[in-house]
């Protein structure tokens, strides 16, 4: 390779010229475009992802479940710090990323290699300290997506850098069609666990086929060293935060398991996974537009600051007017959705909403953090958050058991991660700025509440209130913030999400 040096990853500027009214007007038009799209995807997979568990469940065994549930979390441990992230890298790229492309692809190939192996030789012991030994060989078996993953990864990166989310949808929905049958099909004939097994890896293969042939452009194998140190100074506060977040995330359950009892963590699990409903919809949805839109703004610091504070205000509106119908109705939703037998996750549920809420604003602020040449701020980030988690979980669930855990998540969210989160927004963006951004859409969540609780106290059916209060909770909040959530439509500047 040639020993020309390429601009500083961490002095990245937009991705392309963009100045006066008609390249604003462009770069607007892409991300609505690219959003559209990310909604539909999102939406699409995470019914369709509801509506397969829901078969399957009556397919299949709970331990069944747990075996590839064991399988699934070492995988996703795994792909946390896949290629350690050098392939956003691509993303953020101010110049032709064919400069850099080949240089990533070898490196993610190589450290995906490396993991692979790591994982199928481990695939014993990390199945006993899981205590599920016969997941050893699922667990040898969907390591093969991390090598996928490492292929697949630079040709991912130019989808998002290009905003072409029906490229991305396209693909995700290939995958999750073809893997979903074969599931289905197999868990008929009696396959268990591994009818799952399969369907995942069927998901993936297609997936990355279908993304591999959609790329705007494919890249051959390559290296410049300089460009390699520079991706992996880059990539490693990325790999760092995305291995604490993991470990966050499922730090959880572990000690909900281990403190409390299977019981308990069932009914935890529930109550986080339709805590999650809101992260996934919005922040999988903001989160495939918002890393590209910052970057090409980042170039501009009055740009790059307004884009933000206009996209924390959307946001967070989004975020409440899902989290708040279903912390305040989780009982109802629980019984109607799951059963009598689950509703005592219910004040867990409305606990781990609150933790949700906060989880989309700080994911939101991580892409804001990468755009402006800040991610060692992200892994300090995750950090404290883990450290004031781990033993606040602890106590809370010797103290109060699930309702405990969900306590311990909220309150930290609140009295920790927020609060830092505008410390480190504060350098670049003034607090009367962020608090401007934020103060509609939390004042007029009052009144939807307090309708919602009236509601609840005339209303004991859970069916009905399920829909009367969620029909007054969701459109009241939408109402109130109609302008908000229209504004994305009308914006002649490049919102970001």
């Not at 500083?8 to 390249?23: N, Q, Y």
């Not at 109402?479 to 959530?485: G, H, R």
Request: net charge positive.
């Amino acid at each position: 390779m040639s020993g020309v040096v390429e601009p500083s990853l961490e002095a990245s500027a937009g991705l392309e010229p963009a100045d006066g009214a008609e390249a604003s007007e462009k770069l607007a038009g892409s991300v609505r475009r690219g959003l559209g799209w990310s909604v539909v995807n999102t939406v699409t997979s995470r019914l369709g992802s509801l509506i397969a568990a829901m078969v399957l469940a009556r397919l299949l065994t709970p331990q069944d479940y747990g075996a590839y549930a064991v399988a699934t979390v070492v995988l996703a441990a795994v792909l946390s710090f896949n290629e350690l992230g050098v392939s956003l890298a691509i993303v953020r790229w101010p110049e032709d990323p064919a400069k850099i492309g080949p240089t990533v692809n070898t490196v993610s190939a190589l450290l995906s290699c490396l993991l692979f192996l790591g994982c199928t030789l481990s695939a014993p012991y990390l199945a006993a300290l899981l205590n599920a030994p016969a997941a050893t060989p699922m667990i040898r078996v969907v390591s093969v997506c991390v090598l996928i993953d490492g292929v697949t990864a630079s040709s991912a990166a130019m989808i998002a850098r290009g905003l072409h989310q029906d490229r991305r949808f396209a693909a995700d929905l290939a995958g999750f069609l073809m893997g979903t049958v074969l599931s289905v099909v197999l868990a008929i004939l009696g396959f268990g666990a591994w009818s799952m097994i399969w369907g995942l890896m069927m998901a993936n293969v297609i997936s990355a086929i279908t993304t591999l042939t959609l790329a705007p452009r494919r890249f051959g194998f390559g290296w410049d060293r300089d460009i390699t140190r520079r991706l992996v100074r880059f990539g490693l506060p990325l790999a760092g935060s995305s291995l604490l977040l993991f470990v966050m995330l499922n730090v959880d359950y572990i000690l909900v398991g281990h403190l409390a009892g299977a019981e308990a963590l069932g009914l935890y699990l529930i109550a986080f996974n339709l805590a999650s409903w809101p992260v996934n919809i919005i922040s999988a949805t903001v989160r495939r537009v918002s890393l590209a839109a910052f970057s090409r703004a980042a170039a501009d610091h009055v740009r790059l600051r307004s884009a933000f504070l206009r996209g924390l205000t959307l946001v967070l509106t989004a975020a409440l007017l899902i989290c708040l119908p279903l912390g305040l109705l989780a009982h109802s939703v629980l019984r109607v959705l799951y059963g009598a037998q689950w509703t005592g996750a219910a004040q867990a549920l409305g606990l781990l909403c609150v933790f949700s809420a906060g989880r989309i604003l700080a994911e939101y602020a991580y892409d804001y953090f990468i755009a402006s040449d800040r991610n060692h701020f992200n892994l300090i980030l995750q950090g404290v958050w883990l450290a004031a988690l781990a033993p606040s979980l602890a106590l809370g669930i010797r103290w109060a058991g699930i309702n405990g855990a969900a306590a311990a998540q909220a309150l930290v969210v609140v009295v920790v991660v927020i609060p830092l989160l505008f410390a480190g927004l504060g350098g670049a963006i003034p607090w009367p700025d962020l608090l401007r951004a934020a103060r509609r859409p939390l004042l007029t969540a009052f009144p939807p509440v307090v309708a919602c609780l009236l509601i609840g106290l005339v209303i004991d059916q859970p069916l009905l209130l399920l829909l009367l209060g969620g029909a007054v909770t969701t459109l009241g909040y939408a109402i109130a913030n109609k302008d908000t959530l229209l504004d994305i439509r009308r914006s002649r500047e490049a919102p970001v999400v």
